[in-house]
């Protein structure tokens, strides 16, 4: 029988602020000279987390969560792929199913700066959920072999201005149920999305109730 998910919000708007021991305080060094944010205040969307979730790791570049003990859901800068992780543990992406990109996780950083959709996300095929905040948006073509079922744009920036294209890259993503958008999305846009990708559902999302909603209404759960 399947387990009943209680979601709750961890979330002021859009953003999500997970402070660890201290706040605001000096990033850390490893062994291995690999900044790691111990103790800092980290500026990420973590999406509709339980309690059965929990940070593994968390570093300048990226965070690993898991859910039930088994890994789960990565939140990662386009830097990601320099990692020790990326590095040592490739084999374990297929465990993946939830994916977040921004361009940082430090709000200094992350404020009006946007960064680009990086190649390596093409490597997570059994993704189920992809965000994108603060992403330039073009070569979705990259998630053309994915599971991905759930799109969600977040403050993000159309720089292709072949909206065909973009129709055709979305499409090509044959297991998308859902494609949730905020008001950084041009009207003239969605309206071209919707006429061009008939099979998925569309969601303007302003709160984290309404994307409650609509997670439990297209059964993407935890």
């Not at 660890?20 to 060094?29: E, H, L, Y």
């Not at 800092?40 to 339980?50: P, Y």
């Not at 008939?198 to 984290?208: A, H, Q, R």
């Amino acid at each position: 029988m399947k387990k009943e998910v209680k979601y709750i919000s961890v979330a002021l708007a859009k953003i999500f602020l997970i402070c660890f021991n201290t706040v605001m305080a000096q990033d850390k060094k490893d062994t291995n000279g690999q900044t790691i944010l111990k103790y800092n205040t980290i500026n990420a969307n973590f999406g509709l987390l339980s309690g059965r979730a929990k940070i593994i790791e968390a570093t300048a570049n990226y965070l690993l969560i898991s859910l039930d003990g088994e890994l789960f859901m990565l939140l990662a800068t386009p830097e990601f792929n320099r990692s020790k992780w990326w590095l040592e543990h490739q084999h374990e992406i297929g465990k993946i199913k939830r994916l977040v990109i921004q361009p940082s996780f430090q709000y200094e950083k992350l404020k009006d700066r946007h960064c680009e959709l990086p190649i390596w996300v093409a490597n997570f095929k059994s993704l189920t959920y992809l965000m994108l905040n603060q992403v330039f948006i073009e070569r979705l073509d990259l998630m053309e072999n994915t599971e991905v079922n759930f799109l969600e744009f977040s403050h993000v920036v159309f720089r292709n201005e072949e909206t065909n294209k973009l129709v055709e890259d979305i499409k090509k993503m044959k297991h998308l149920k859902g494609i949730a958008y905020d008001d950084s999305v041009p009207l003239e846009i969605v309206r071209i999305l919707k006429a061009g990708c008939m099979n998925c559902k569309f969601y303007f999302v302003t709160n984290e109730d309404q994307k409650q909603k609509l997670m439990h209404d297209l059964n993407i759960n935890l």
